[in-house]
């Protein structure tokens, strides 16, 4: 059976004529709703990250909000017309967003995970990304960082990142926190440069300088 269309969530107040007590009433109802899906992210917990859902709507969601922990739900929280229309219109961004519910967001990640062990096979038959690999908290926090989204956008082979995390945790045994560290200062020197050209064959190469050294502490004890 199809599921009616929530018209709260969907009608454009802004080409409706409402009384401000209508648009008051529609506004304390999605914010009651809002404040319920920001709860319940809040005590989420990722099976991968380990962490709570605070990516995505409630990001944004808490960007609007400033230093309000949740939207107002009295009644007469607004009284201008264009305001109550904005808030509502924000209001239903964010409960339409799929990342405002829990199960979007392990949707969003289970998605992110097939998508990611689907890029290709190596030489050997191997995933380019390993099942492991993409299902790590590390990964995770990798994949998230500043330094993983600005070279990402940067760069037109934005799998490049990806495939070198996989590549030099899982076959070359360093930690997250090695290529962490490397991305990170990389980002820095390209950041703070406008004429920069990006490569990520740069970042391989201190990775597998990295490497050289560790096996050389190795090869003395």
Do not use: C
Not at 62 to 79: C, F, M, N, P, V
Request: glycine share 4%; net charge negative; no cysteine.
């Amino acid at each position: 059976m199809a599921r009616k269309p929530d018209f709260l969530q969907t009608t454009n107040y802004w080409n409706v004529s409402a009384s401000r007590e209508a648009l008051q009433a529609v506004r304390r109802k999605l914010a009651k709703r809002a404040n319920q899906r920001l709860v319940r992210l809040e005590r989420s917990v990722s099976p991968i990250s380990g962490e709570a859902y605070h990516v995505g709507a409630y990001d944004i969601a808490q960007a609007e909000l400033g230093e309000r922990r949740r939207y107002s739900e009295k009644l007469d929280y607004l009284t201008d017309i264009t305001d109550l229309k904005k808030e509502i219109g924000q209001l239903q961004a964010f409960l339409n967003a799929k990342s405002s519910t829990v199960s979007g967001n392990r949707a969003i990640e289970k998605k992110r995970i097939e998508t990611l062990t689907n890029l290709g096979r190596d030489e050997e038959g191997h995933a380019v990304i390993s099942l492991e690999t993409a299902t790590s908290k590390g990964f995770y926090d990798f994949i998230s960082s500043k330094a993983y989204i600005y070279l990402s956008e940067k760069q037109v082979d934005s799998e490049g990142l990806q495939e070198i995390y996989d590549y030099y945790t899982e076959k070359k045994g360093l930690s997250y926190e090695d290529v962490q560290g490397i991305v990170d200062e990389y980002y820095k020197r390209v950041s703070a440069d406008e004429n920069a050209v990006i490569s990520f064959r740069e970042i391989a190469d201190e990775l597998d300088a990295l490497v050289l050294d560790s096996r050389e502490v190795e090869d003395e004890d």
